[in-house]
């Protein structure tokens, strides 16, 4: 049972344009809400990350909007940049993010130049 | 080092053959994780570690697996009759007090079984 679904599997986005990546979860423990950031040959790494008490949370160019009725959350890259282009990883804990995580499968997103 | 080492790179093996591969978490770090990344389909619970705790071993995908990790710093994850479905990339990560969240990743293994 996939506790994380994310979508979509891979993204093309101009240079300059919003890059928008959605996840759903169903465990409703889940109290924390990370993405990360992975690049070819790398091991993830953390982006930014959200609690259910706020609904959206920026960090620069990237923010997180949460919807914890629909249990949906989303990662949005304002003014995408090549250097953007790597894989996106959403995720969820619970107790705090003391317990492991749970991921999506990824989003392989590329910005064009 | 300043991050978590991982090694070796890459492991290619044969189908039936036992592999060993090794973490060395960021120095301090109590907390110690094992996930694996299959082609499209995510990064993959195995086992955690934290302090002198009993593992929690949940995430192994069968006993063919195994972990260990000694001193409470380096960690070795023994696939024992390697199949070819267990071509990945094993990642490690390390914490501060099981702070999941906030763990460091590793670069990987990649593992192929042919």
């Known amino acids: 049972q996939q506790q994380v679904k994310q979508s979509p599997q891979s993204l093309i986005v101009q240079k300059g344009g919003i890059s928008i990546i959605n996840c759903a979860y169903e465990?409703?423990?889940?109290?924390?809400f990370p993405w990360y950031q992975q690049f070819p040959g790398k091991g993830p790494a953390l982006l930014i990350a959200i609690r259910p008490d706020v609904s959206e949370k920026k960090e620069g160019r990237f923010t997180i909007s949460f919807n914890k009725s629909a249990k949906q959350f989303s990662l949005h890259i304002m003014d995408s940049q090549p250097g953007d282009s790597a894989t996106y990883f959403c995720a969820a804990s619970d107790n705090s993010g003391y317990s492991t995580l749970t991921f999506g499968k990824g989003t392989m997103l590329l910005v064009s130049p | 080092g300043a991050g978590v080492s991982q090694s070796p790179s890459n492991k290619v093996t044969e189908k039936g053959k036992d592999v060993e591969l090794r973490c060395d978490p960021i120095?301090?770090?109590?907390?110690l994780y094992w996930y694996r990344q299959s082609l499209g389909q995510g990064l993959e619970f195995l086992i955690y570690f934290q302090g002198n705790s009993a593992p929690d071993k949940s995430g192994l995908p069968s006993d063919r697996f195994s972990a260990e990790r000694t001193g409470g710093s380096v960690s070795t994850l023994t696939i024992q009759r390697t199949q070819q479905e267990d071509s990945a990339v094993y990642l490690c990560?390390?914490?501060?007090?099981?702070?999941?969240?906030?763990?460091?990743f590793g670069q990987g293994t990649r593992l192929t079984v042919v």
């Open positions: 465990n409703t423990a889940f109290d924390y």
């Open positions: 120095s301090g770090h109590t907390a």
């Open positions: 990560a390390s914490s501060l007090k099981g702070v999941t969240i906030k763990a460091f």
